[in-house]
């Protein structure tokens, strides 16, 4: 690994951790003593997304990711739940070995994650997802999680 300050090649790792979906490692340049982090991820495969209107589009982690974000904002959650529930629902689609997924079968996971994990954020992703047209689709929903 090239060090990312002076470009020596030779460095080494401080320090270790395992994430869920990839590993961390503290390096430090033998060299300039400078350190850095790099993470480290298993390369997947490449997952498709067939949307409701039937375009395909590639399966995005970090745009499922900020989806995620959103829906969370102003919410007491930390940014290591919303990463976990992104890493979860990432490692469920490539376990099913499906190489093109349904974006409902998507969504479905994901307010499925929400609803365990808060239930404004669920709301707010539900009302976008399924595309609430006024307040009586807001109230079915409240409804329906009681």
């Known amino acids: 690994m090239r060090c990312t300050f002076c470009e020596h090649k030779d460095t080494k790792v401080v320090d ?3 994430l869920d979906s990839s590993t961390r490692r503290r390096r430090e340049c033998l060299k300039c003593n400078q350190r850095f ?3 480290e ?3 997947t495969i490449n997952l498709m997304i067939q949307k409701k209107d039937q375009r395909r589009e590639q ?3 970090e745009k499922l990711r900020m989806g ?4 969370c904002e102003k919410r007491p959650i930390p940014v290591e739940k919303v990463d976990q529930i ?3 629902i990432e490692a469920s689609l490539m376990q099913s070995k499906q190489k093109e997924i349904k974006s409902n079968m998507l969504g479905e996971k ?3 994650e929400l609803k365990k994990l808060d239930n404004v954020a669920y709301i707010r992703f539900a009302s976008v997802y399924r595309d609430f047209k006024d307040i009586n689709d807001f109230k079915k929903e ?3 999680m009681k």
């Open 86 to 88: 992104a890493d979860r």
């Open 68 to 71: 995620l974000l959103k829906a």
């Open 110 to 112: 994901i307010m499925r």
């Open 16 to 18: 270790k951790r395992d």
């Open 142 to 144: 409240i409804k329906g």
């Open 59 to 61: 399966f995005n982690k």
């Open 41 to 43: 991820n298993a390369e």
């Open 37 to 39: 982090t790099t993470y």
